[in-house]
């Protein structure tokens, strides 16, 4: 069995739904990079001419049910960090397609991933976190983006998912995080030693709904609940071998241990 581990550093009250159905609008690549984004009904593909990609979307990001975003067919290693404008969250009900590349987007209103909403990309984050013009432009200009691209801790939108999340790496980072909502429970198949992490005031992750992770690290200021039994971890390939408490960038550390529940919630 793997030495695997559950991490939990102290870094979801209501979430923010909002009701869309369309495809992500009024994209635009900015800071120096370039690339296509073209729409066939309801399928949209976006390529990036380099390896980094810098998305600005003025009518906000969203996938409805039934719709289909493509980023970087036929090519790997290739990183798009997607900026939503705009006054609502995004919501994703549809499939978001990025194999062998890695995909970051950025909504301080919040992101929701719904019950039929897929995810399958190399590396996923989701943050709540405003960048700067500069931080967007170090991110176009770096020639080995790191996983958390200057994300910050955020006291801003929420971030759940009730939804379906295949990847290697996950990060999501917002006021209240996790993927336990009011529709359902969200699941995380990630590849062999693959992690996930949860950053936010709040965090209420149900951990057998996570699966195959090497560690699952919950960075939250004022409270984290762990849903399911040691026992289902174990069946889900995870080993509940040892918690830690640590800072996640600057946030201080605080951890309730009576709210880590032994039965499935």
Known sequence: ???????????????????SYALPSGGKFTHGTS??????DKVMNITGNKQNSVIQWGGGFNIAK?????????????????????TKSSTIDGLLNATGNNVYLINPNGVVIGKSGTINANKFGVSTSSMSNTEMQNFADSTNPVFSPVFK????????????INANDVLIIGNEVGNIG????GNFNLQDNGKVQFVGDKVKVNVGSIKNAKDIIVSAQTAATLGQSTTDVYKNGNSLNKIQ??????????LQTNQMTKKPL
């Open 1 to 19: 069995m793997k030495n695997n581990k559950i991490v939990l550093s102290v870094v979801v009250s209501s979430l923010l739904f909002s009701q």
């Open 35 to 40: 690339g296509t984004i073209n729409v066939n």
């Open 66 to 86: 039934g719709e289909t975003v493509n980023f970087g067919q036929g090519k790997t290693n290739q990183n798009y960090l997607n900026i939503a404008y705009g």
């Open 153 to 164: 801790p955020s006291n801003k939108g929420n971030v759940i998912n009730m939804g379906n």
């Open 182 to 185: 009011s529709n359902g429970v």
């Open 245 to 254: 408490v640590k800072e996640y960038n600057g946030l201080s550390s605080h």
